[in-house]
């Protein structure tokens, strides 16, 4: 069993990334076509949206794929190409959106919370780590009462 888990892991560690292109959708120019996997690379699919439209089999993804190798035949620079698509299907479309207005939230959103989370970590610790007030002594007549309750005296 341990020797399967091992076996497992190292196969993991040693896969390569997937390639979804279909040999039809290779251009016969090596120079547009090395342009059209980096572009690829840099754009979401929007259907697994976790992968880039390079690395995804889905059909929308093949699309996307074609269309660029289409603007790339076409004559676009590269930047008119990535500003082909995200006019079409808006800044999500890219692996690594640009910081605007819009996108402000995603790009502060995780430090905020790691700075709340610190700081409720720090708040935590420091309030745990104060020591106990003492309790203070009780005056002769408050030690009295306590006797005679204690000894079911009234």
Known sequence: M?????????????AG??????????LPNAALEQRARQLSSGLRCLV????????SD????RDLRILVRE???????DRAVIDFVVARYGDFVLL????????IALWVA???ILAAGLIFLWRRRRMNAAPATATPALSADEQRR????TRGDS
């Open 2 to 14: 341990r020797l399967a888990s091992v076996l497992i892991c190292l196969g993991l560690a040693l």
């Open 17 to 26: 990334p997937a390639v979804a292109v279909q040999p039809d959708e290779i």
């Open 48 to 55: 697994c949206q976790n992968q880039s439209i390079d690395d």
């Open 58 to 61: 889905a059909p929308l993804a």
């Open 71 to 77: 603007r790339l035949v076409a004559g676009d620079s």
């Open 96 to 103: 690594s959106p640009p910081v605007n207005a819009r996108t």
């Open 110 to 112: 995780p430090f905020t």
């Open 146 to 149: 306590l006797d005679e309750l």
